[in-house]
C-alpha cells in the first residue's frame, strides 16, 4: 500500500501500511514515523467465516520505537489493546488493555428471535467482577439495568425506540414526550408527593420548541423566515437559539420572561466561510450583541494564527506561529513569548509538548515515553540547565502510574485493584531507598508503615480510607442514587473523636438537608428549599435562622430576607455574563460595581464613603492599579509583573517604608527569592535546599531570619521553634502549644482549640461556604451566622449564647473578595482593614476572622486557613504541598508552595488548591477551570487507566442513553488523554452497540457503612419562612403506600417570543 507522506512546518512524517489478504489470518504491520520518534505496531483481525464477520480488530501491539521503549518490544506487555470474540456469533465478549481484562461481556443467546432479546448485551462485568446486568431491551434500550450493589434503573420505551419515562435507583421517576421527528419536546420531572410518579405538583416541566421561523417572528439580521430557532423554556425562563441556514447557532437569548429587560442575557457568533467561529460576542443586554468580543484567525490548515479581544485598552492580540520543527510561538498581549517544541508520529499534531522556553529563563521539559507519548520525567529547569528540579513517573506493567518521584514530598507509590481504583498508597517515601525508575517497588512501599488504603464498594465507590496513625479515617455512605449520604471522619486514632456530616436529597435529586454533629459537643443542621424551577429559594441554619432568596427564573438571587422580614440585602442585579451589578444591604448602603469592556471588574462601590475602589489591568488582565476613592490617595496602589504575570512591585503609601514600595524576586522554578520593603521588610533572600523546600529567609547582611524544617511529606514541620503537626493526609493538626484542628469528611475545619481547651466550632456548607459558627472564646460565647449572596459575604449575625438579641454587622469586600470594611445596622463605619501585598493585615498582625480573600484568619497562629491548607501571609508560601498535582502534560502547576501564581492582586485561592483569576466573575469560568480538577491529575489517569463500561442512564439535550462526553473528558487527562480517547472512541465504543456506553468516573471519596451509623442524626429539624417545622429524617427514603405512576401528557404552555 502506498505510504502517506506528511510535509509540515520542515519536518517530514510519513506512516507505511503493510497489507496482506485480510482472510489470511494476517498481522498487518503499520510503521510511523515523525522527527526523531518512531513506532512500529502490528494488528491482527478476527475473522468469522462461517458467520461472515471479517476483519474485526483484535489486538493492536506495539513492536518496536525509536528511541527503544522496552516496553514496546512486541511481547505479551506490549499488547496495547486486546479483544476476544465469540467464536460462534463474532462478538466482543472480553476486552483486554496492556494485558489486563478491562471488561467482560455476556449476550442472550437463549431468548427466542420473536422476544427481541436474542443477542442483546445481557452482562457487563468489570475487573473487579462487580456484573451491570442489562435486560428488557426495546427497541434497542435496555428498559431495565441492575447494577451490582442490587440497585435498578428502568425505562419505558415506547413503538419508536424513544424512552418515555425512566425510574431511578430511588424510585424517583421522570416522564419525556417527543416531537414527531423524535426531538425532545418536554421532560416532567418526579413528583415529591408520591413515589414512581412524575407530575408539575412541585416542579415546572421544562420544554423544547423546534421549528422554522414564520415572517411575524422576530428574528434577527442575516436569519430569515424558515430558518429555525430552538426554544427552552421552564416556568418564566426563556433560552432561545436562532440557527442560520447550516443549522448552526448564531444567536442565543436567555432571560426570565417575568423581568426580560433586567434579566436579558445574549450571544453572537459568526461564522467564516469554512464553518469556523471568527467572531463571538461577550455577552450583552440587548437582544443582538454589538461588535464587541473575541475574533479568531486561521491559516490554511485551520490552525489559530491569531485571537483579538476588544479591551478598553484597544485591540489585545494574541498570536500564535508554527515554526519548524514541529514547534509554536505564542505572544501574548504583553509581547511576551513562548515557543514550545511538540512530539508527534505519523500526524503533525500538537497534543504531546516536550520543551516550553517561556520568558525569564523559565524553560519546561516533558520526557516522554517514546512509543505512547507519557511523560517520565517533568523538568523545570533555567535555560543553562544550571537550576531545576525533576519529576520523575514510573508505570506498573499494565502501564499505570504506580510511583511518582518528587523532590519536596518524596517517593508515592501506588496499588490498584482491577478496575483501576487506588486501593493503597504509601507517601513521603525515601528517594535514597524507593527512587528507581524500573520499578514499582510494591512490596516494600505497602510494608513501609506509610500505607493509606481504601476500600471500594461494588460500584466501585470509596467507602473506607484508613491512614497508618488512624487520624483522618473515613467512613462514607451513600443513599441508592449514589450521592453521599454520610462522611465520618475519625479525627483520632482508634476511631476516637468522630466527625459526622449526613445529606438529605428530594426525588430529583437536590440536597434538602445536611447535618454536622460532633458527638458530645454537637449535633447542628442546614435546610434548603427551591422553587418550582430547582432554583434554591431559602436555606435554614442551626438556630432556626431561615433566609428567602427570592431568585428569578434563571436562579439569580435577588434578595436575602429572614423569616420575620429582616432584609439583609435586596433589590440584587446581574450583569449579562452573571456578575453581580448592583444590591442594597440591610443598612441602606448600595453595593455597586461597573465593568470595563473586557467584562473585567472596573469600580466597586459601598455607597456613603465605605468603600471604593477603581482597577485598572494591563494588557494580559493582571491588576496594574487600584484607586482608593473612599479614603484618598494615601491608599492607592500600583503594581508591575515581570513576563511571566509574577508580582515584581506593589507601592501604596499606606506600606510605609522609605520608598512605599514591596519588591519581589523569583528563580525559574517559580520560588519566591526576596521581598523587601525599604526600612521595614528585608527578606532579601528566600534560600531553598536540594528539595526545593524553603529552608531560611536570610537579611541583607546575611542575617537569618526566618528558619524552617520539612516532615517526610514536605509539610512544615518547624518554623523558628514553632512545631507544626501534620498528619499523612496532609492536614494540619495542630500548631503546637497554640491550636489543634478537628476536620469533617471533606477537610473542612470544624473545631479549632486553644491549649486552655476554649474552641471555636465551624459549619460548612457541602458546597464549602462558611455558614455558622460557634466561639467560646469570647468573654460571653457568641453564635454566627454567615449571609452570603450570589457566593459572596455580605453580613452576619452574632447572638451572645443564651440570649435571642443578634447583631447584625454588614461585610464590604474589595476584588478579590477580602473584607476591607465592616458597618453596623445603623450604617455607620465600625472597622476597616488593609492588607500587605500577600495578605497580612496591616497593623493588625494578631486578626482573628474573615479576612484576606474571604478566608478565616488565625490570630493565634498568623496562619490564614484556605480550607485545604494553611497559607503563611508573611513569607507568601504555602505551609504544605498543594493537594493538586503538577500537571504532567503542561508543566502547569508545578511548583508546589506558590500562592496564587506567585501574583496575590490577580488571582486567589479558593481552597488552597489551585489559584484562580477573581476578575471572572461568574463560577465555574475562572482559569484554570475547577470544573476539570478532576481530569487535569496525573491520579485521575492513573486511577481509571482504561475506563471499565458502566451502563448510565442519561437524558441530556433530548438525548436518552447518551454517554457521557468520554472522548472529551478522556482527551484532557494528563499523560496520555489522546492515546485513551483514541482507544474508547476506536475500541471501547463500538463493541457496546451504543447500548451501553463508557462513562468517565469522577474523582471521589466514598466509604462504607458501619460504626458510622451510630452518630449519624436520625433527623434534623427545619423551619421554613412561614413557621412551619420540617423534620428531615436522614434514613432510606420509603415508598409512600399510595404510590402510583401518573401518566397524563403534559400541557405546553405557549410558545415564548423574544422580546425586542
Sequence with gaps: MNPSHIKSDGRSMRKTVHLWMVVMAALPAGAVQAQTFSKTEAFTYSNNTSKWVLGQLASTTCSASLPVDPSCNGGSGSIESETIYDLEWAVPIQN???????????????????????????????????????????????????????????????????????????????????????????????????????????????????????????????????????????????????????????????????????????????????????????????????????????????????????????????????????????????????????????????????????????????????????????????????????????????????????????????????????????????????????????????????????????????????????????????????????????????????????????????????????????????????????????????????????????????????????????????????????????????????QNVRQLPERITSSGGTADFDYLYDQNANVASIVDYARGSGYDRIMTYDGLDRLLTANSPMFGGSDQTHRFSYDALDNLKSWKLAGVKDYAEYVYDASNRLGNIKSSVGATIVGLGYDAQGNLQNKNGQIYDFDFSNRLRGAINKEIYRYDGLGRRVMASLPAGKSTYSQYSQGGQLVYQQDERQATPLKLEYITLAGSMIATRETPVGTAGATVKYLHSDGPGSLVAITSEAGRIIELKDYEPWGGVIGKPAYSGVGYTGHLMDGATGLTYMRQRYYDPMIGRFLSVDPMPANATNGTNFNRYWYGNNNPFTFIDPNGELGEYWPCVTPGSCVPKKTMQGLTTVASYVKDNYQDPVVNFLVDSGEWLAHQSVEGALDKVPVAGKHLASYYKEVIKPRINDAAESSIKGETDREDPGSSEDYVPESVTIIKPDGTRIEVNFGPRQPHPSDKPIENEPILPSEPVPRK
Design 96 to 594: 483486554k488493555a496492556f494485558g489486563k481484562v478491562t471488561q467482560t461481556l455476556h449476550y442472550d443467546t437463549a431468548s427466542t428471535v420473536e422476544s427481541g432479546q436474542r443477542g442483546t448485551l445481557r452482562t457487563v462485568k468489570d475487573g473487579n467482577n462487580n456484573i451491570t446486568s442489562l435486560t428488557n431491551w426495546k427497541r434497542g434500550v435496555p428498559q431495565l439495568v441492575s447494577f451490582a450493589d442490587g440497585t435498578t434503573i428502568s425505562a419505558t420505551v415506547d413503538d419508536n425506540g424513544w424512552p418515555v419515562s425512566a425510574i431511578d435507583e430511588t424510585g424517583a421517576k421522570t416522564c419525556y414526550t417527543y416531537d414527531a421527528m423524535g426531538r425532545m419536546a418536554s421532560v416532567k420531572y418526579p413528583s415529591e408527593k408520591a413515589s414512581g410518579t412524575c407530575d408539575d405538583s412541585r416542579w415546572n416541566m421544562t420544554g423544547y420548541i423546534f421549528r422554522p421561523l414564520a415572517a411575524s417572528d422576530w428574528m434577527p439580521a442575516g436569519i430569515l423566515p424558515g430558518q429555525w430557532v430552538q426554544m427552552t423554556y421552564t416556568g418564566s425562563a426563556r433560552k432561545i437559539t436562532y440557527l442560520d441556514a447550516m443549522w448552526r447557532p448564531v444567536l442565543t437569548n436567555e432571560y426570565d420572561e417575568a423581568n426580560t429587560a433586567g434579566t436579558l442575557r445574549a450571544a453572537k457568533t459568526i461564522y467564516d466561510s469554512r464553518g469556523r467561529v471568527s467572531f463571538q460576542s461577550f455577552p450583552a443586554s440587548t437582544n443582538v450583541p454589538g461588535a464587541v468580543g473575541t475574533r479568531t484567525f486561521y491559516d490554511a490548515l485551520d490552525r489559530v494564527v491569531r485571537v483579538e479581544q476588544d479591551s478598553e485598552l484597544g485591540v489585545l492580540a494574541t498570536t500564535t506561529e508554527y515554526l519548524s520543527g514541529l514547534r509554536t510561538r505564542v505572544t501574548n498581549p504583553r509581547g511576551q513569548q513562548t515557543t514550545t517544541s511538540f512530539m508527534a508520529w505519523d500526524q503533525p499534531t500538537y497534543d504531546f509538548p516536550i520543551r516550553s522556553d517561556q520568558p525569564e529563563d523559565k524553560v519546561i521539559r516533558i520526557i516522554r515515553n517514546p512509543a505512547f507519548g507519557w511523560p517520565t520525567e517533568l523538568i523545570q529547569q533555567n535555560s543553562a540547565g544550571t537550576q531545576f528540579a525533576i519529576r520523575q513517573y514510573v508505570y506498573d506493567g499494565n502501564r499505570r502510574l504506580c510511583k511518582m518521584i518528587e523532590p519536596e514530598a518524596g517517593v508515592t507509590v501506588t496499588g490498584y485493584d482491577g478496575v483501576g481504583n487506588p486501593t493503597w498508597t504509601a507517601t513521603g517515601l525515601d528517594r535514597q531507598i524507593f527512587g528507581g525508575t524500573t520499578d514499582c517497588q510494591h512490596v516494600d512501599a505497602f510494608h513501609s508503615g506509610r500505607t493509606i488504603l481504601r476500600t471500594y464498594d461494588a460500584r466501585n465507590r470509596l467507602v473506607q480510607l484508613k491512614f497508618p496513625d488512624g487520624r483522618g479515617d473515613q467512613v462514607w455512605t451513600y443513599t441508592k442514587a449514589g450521592k453521599p449520604a454520610s462522611i465520618t471522619a475519625y479525627n483520632g486514632s482508634g476511631n476516637t473523636s468522630p466527625v459526622i456530616t449526613a445529606y438529605k436529597y428530594n426525588n430529583r435529586g437536590l440536597l434538602t438537608g445536611e447535618s454536622l454533629g460532633l458527638p458530645g459537643l454537637y449535633a447542628w443542621g442546614l435546610g434548603y428549599d427551591y422553587d418550582a424551577n430547582g432554583n434554591l429559594r431559602w436555606q435554614s441554619y442551626p438556630t432556626g435562622l431561615t433566609l428567602d432568596y427570592a431568585p428569578n427564573a434563571l436562579g439569580q438571587a435577588t434578595q436575602v430576607v429572614d423569616q420575620v422580614g429582616t432584609a439583609y440585602a435586596s433589590g440584587a442585579r446581574y450583569f449579562p455574563n452573571g456578575a453581580l451589578r448592583q444590591f442594597t444591604y440591610g443598612n441602606g448602603i448600595v453595593h455597586t460595581m461597573a
